[in-house]
């Protein structure tokens, strides 16, 4: 069973920063193309950035030039770095491998963003 952990959600005020964290194996890491979703109540669950093993990464137009995703194969981590965070950024935000039909999630991690 393939485990990704996400850490650094958390309460931050309107226009703040946060960085998401998502731990991987290095066999994933250095296979599956990596991204983040989220899912606000209510709503579908909605990519918001990834990232393949070529480093060609992709955004959703809602975070374009806030947020960004990254890696360090070093630390078998991957991040999403969020600035300048709005209120409708609020969601449960889940870690995500893939790989033709492959597909893991991690467990989520809660993001507020409220004042």
């Known amino acids: 069973q393939v485990q990704l952990v996400e850490s650094g959600g958390g309460l931050v005020q309107p226009g703040g920063s946060l960085r998401l964290s998502c731990a991987a194996p290095r066999s994933i890491l250095s296979l599956y193309t990596m991204a983040w979703y989220r899912q606000a109540p209510g709503k579908e669950r909605e990519l918001v950035a990834n990232?393949?093993?070529?480093?060609?990464?992709n955004y959703a137009d809602s975070v374009k030039g806030r947020f960004t995703i990254s890696r360090d194969n070093a630390k078998n981590t991957v991040y999403l770095q969020m600035d300048s965070l709005k209120t409708e950024d609020t969601a449960v935000y889940y870690c995500s491998a893939h790989f033709t039909v492959y597909t893991y999630w991690g467990q989520g991690t809660q993001v507020t963003v409220s004042s």
């Open positions: 990232m393949d093993i070529g480093g060609n990464k």
